[in-house]
């Protein structure tokens, strides 16, 4: 199973006993997970490359200039978001469906898959991704730019910090600016201390060279660790999603008795409190699970995952 970091606080769950079905549950789940989630990073992250290198020092100038990015780019954004979900996203997202269903079936025919309720919910979904990525984008830009432009960078400096970041979240773009910056500042140090007799000037420009190296190195580790909060949170709701379908197409055909849905964490020492608190609770099919915390997308509290990189799984067991 792949190491996951913990989300919240982390709570034990080691006294709570999972039944064979729990445990089958999150196997398949994770299973799937493993062998997906690697080509979902790689799609991602050549698309924030292609983003980074598409707009030039000019147009990001311009957006300092006027303090967040002009409409046009943000349009380009949402129609590159656009086509990676057509593209990759959209075809993963049917896969996870089919394969949970067909999984959780174990070979037997009770499961039709992409039929009109998972159909809609993936083009219902797409645009909520679309738009919450291309928000997202255009929040971390706007928010370096405010940020930056209160200390004494030019704006060509700025540009350049800001071009490396492109597909980062804000804190994650905001956390970028504070390195940089901290590093410019303790390499200028260094220099001074070392060369006393350099020109403040050229300290200055040596050092903002190797702190936008610095930089760009932890803009890397940043997306990776993005890419894999997405591929890892979206295939995980897909295949979620496509399980509980699954169930219910069996039960209105008369194929399974009344069904409830019991959530299942997953079963290493990343559990967080949430869901260690939800482990082993049981719900009609089509109700809702009660927890705290953000609501990440419409519908998300009928399965996991109940937050970004969650492995939970749902097992069915009898109603009666």
Known sequence: MAQRKPHGRVKPIAKKRKSKAQYAALDRLNSFLNRSNPQLVRFLLRTWDDQSAAITYKELREAILIGTLTEETFKAWQGDYAVFFNK??????????????????????????????????????????????????QEAVSSMIRYTAKGNMTVDELSRIIRPTIGLTEPQALANAHYYESCKEALKKNLMEKYPNMKEATAEKQAAKRARESAYRYAGRQHRERAMAIAETELAYAYNKGADDAIHQAVDEGLLPKMKAQWSTAADEGVCGICADLDGTTIDLGDTFEYKGRTLYEGQKQTPPAHPRCRCALCYVEAE
């Open 88 to 137: 990759y996203l959209k075809p993963m997202l049917e896969t996870a469906t089919t394969t949970a269903g067909k999984e959780l079936a174990a070979g037997a025919d009770i499961y039709a898959p992409m039929q009109v309720g998972i159909d809609n919910w993936i083009t219902v979904h797409g645009a909520e991704w679309i738009t919450q990525m291309s928000e997202e984008a």
